[in-house]
């Protein structure tokens, strides 16, 4: 007699079947319960977004959110062109603003900001740490506060097959796309 069990593959959830041997009492040696044991899994070497990113370049954008009270999105859109820009003329900021703009379908009263920080993580922290310390900025902040209703970041790594994204002057239409890949898939996605 042959039985077929499910078996868990990997933590993606997908099914496969082991077979295991006729239904005898005598012990084996290549029993499946032994070989349960015996089998070697490699372990992966470095993140699946690590193997993906650019290598040439340290680049780690930010993906700024902020939802914006409906009354108050001209007045948020008109300090952000006026505070923004200048911590970027400081050169001592290891980061540039990408592109800045308001969404048109989706989450209404939105604005959408794109930073690039240019040496990864480390650079993140040390504009984080001096924006802390600038007192201008600090007052952006506050009267910014007033004007959302909520905020969010994401922090994002430069796929190795895309060009990176460069400043320009508008109009334009920009589409963000997110996908939920199963885990374990996100290299077969980017071949794909």
Known sequence: ??????????????????????????????????????RKVDPRKDAHSNLLAKKETSSLYKLQFHN???????????????VLPKIHEDKHYPCSLVGTWNTWY?????????????GG?????????????NQEFVEFRKARSDMLLSRKNQLLLEFSFWNEPVPRSGPNIYELRSYQLRPGTMIEWGNY
């Open 1 to 38: 007699m042959t039985v077929y069990l499910p078996l868990l593959e990997s933590p993606s959830m997908m099914l496969g079947t082991w077979r295991l041997a006729s239904s005898n009492n005598r012990p084996r040696e290549d029993s499946w319960l032994k070989s349960l044991f015996v």
């Open 68 to 82: 914006v009270k409906p009354e108050c999105l001209e007045a948020y859109n008109k300090i952000c062109q006026e």
């Open 106 to 118: 989706g989450e209404q009263d939105q604005a959408v900001h794109l930073w690039r920080y240019e």
């Open 121 to 133: 993580y480390p650079a993140l922290t040390e504009v984080m740490n001096k924006l802390r310390k």
